[in-house]
């Protein structure tokens, strides 16, 4: 398990929670949000609390100043930590049903509590909620992230075979989107080496409710800068007065050098630029937690292509 720290304002959750409806109605999250609203409404009802005004001066927002989350391999365990300033009463809440809490504790400055991830989950996450007593206001962090390095072996109707790997940290920073770095890579038949290989952002939102999970597929990030700085310096060395003639022609035939690079280098994005065209895949969505794995990946005019396939979990 790792831990990493960060800091949190709950201004903005706190103008929407009055309002706020549970994604989810059936899930366990949502009763638990529900029962404790429903409480609180009676518990206002019973101090005579009508003034909204009123209500939040006495009874305000929690305020979290650090969110410690847990990093949690399926089927372990892991701990984690909240501080901040926190109404007598208030709830704390994890919102993906799959995150058991074996044990917490609440104090008006802290929250700590112990989760546990079934062994057979793919990778995941859960922010924590906490209302505050009395009012509801809320502020939220994501606290738990669980899964670690899996690989995914799809084989697609039109007889592609499209494998996932892992890519870079197995768990979202905190306070990021919670989406996972992955490489797409893309086979014809039985062929060992990839037509395509694309960067592919798990986004981990759908493992809240619907069981999901999607992403963008993209090429990988281009080599930073150019040729054409260094060119325009070689230009500018060239015509100054102080340069010699034997620096001069030297400096001439490394810039001619430099124009056939860039030719090749203008030639080689074309070709990027017409394998893109053809390849057209963008999006791509599948199941989480199902065998066999089923999905589809979308690619412009060659439609929705749907595959199946398996999850393998790599390691922590």
């Not at 034997?246 to 124009?259: G, I, N, P, T």
Request: glycine share 8%; net charge neutral; charged share 20%.
């Amino acid at each position: 398990m790792q831990t990493q720290y960060s800091k949190w304002t709950a201004a903005i959750a706190c103008a929407l929670v009055v309002l706020g409806i549970a994604r989810a109605s059936n899930s366990h999250y949502a009763e638990r949000r529900r029962a404790f609203f429903e409480s609180q409404e009676a518990e206002r009802k019973r101090l005579g609390l009508t003034d909204w005004a009123q209500v939040r001066a006495k009874y305000p927002c929690p305020e979290i100043t650090l969110c410690q989350a847990a990093r949690v391999a399926p089927g372990a365990t892991g701990n984690l930590a909240v501080r901040g300033k926190f109404i007598s009463g208030s709830k704390f809440l994890l919102e993906n049903d799959d995150v058991e809490v074996v044990k917490e504790n609440a104090t008006t400055t802290e929250y700590h509590a112990t989760v546990r991830v079934p062994s057979e989950m793919g990778p995941g996450y859960s922010p924590l909620h906490v209302f505050s007593a009395i009012s509801g206001y809320e502020a939220r962090c994501p606290a738990v992230y669980f899964g670690g390095k899996y690989e995914w072996d799809f084989t697609a109707q039109n007889g592609w075979r499209i494998k996932l790997h892992s890519a870079g940290d197995v768990f979202p920073k905190d306070g990021a989107d919670p989406v996972v770095k992955y490489t797409a890579e893309f086979y014809r038949g039985s062929e060992s080496k990839p037509f395509e290989t694309r960067e592919f952002g798990l986004d981990l939102s759908g493992t809240l409710y619907g069981n999901s999970y999607s992403g963008g597929l993209t090429q990988s990030a281009s080599a930073q800068g150019g040729p054409e700085a260094d060119m325009q310096k070689l230009m500018q060395k060239l015509y100054d007065p102080s340069t010699s003639p034997q620096e001069r022609s030297e400096l001439a035939k490394h810039l001619m050098d430099m124009q056939q690079q860039m030719l090749k280098q203008t030639q080689t994005i074309q070709q990027q630029q017409q394998k893109e065209a053809e390849f057209a895949c963008r999006t791509m969505t599948f199941s989480g937690n199902a065998d066999p794995v089923e999905g589809q990946v979308i690619c412009g005019p060659n439609g929705t292509i749907k595959f199946k396939g398996t999850r393998h979990f790599v390691g922590p």
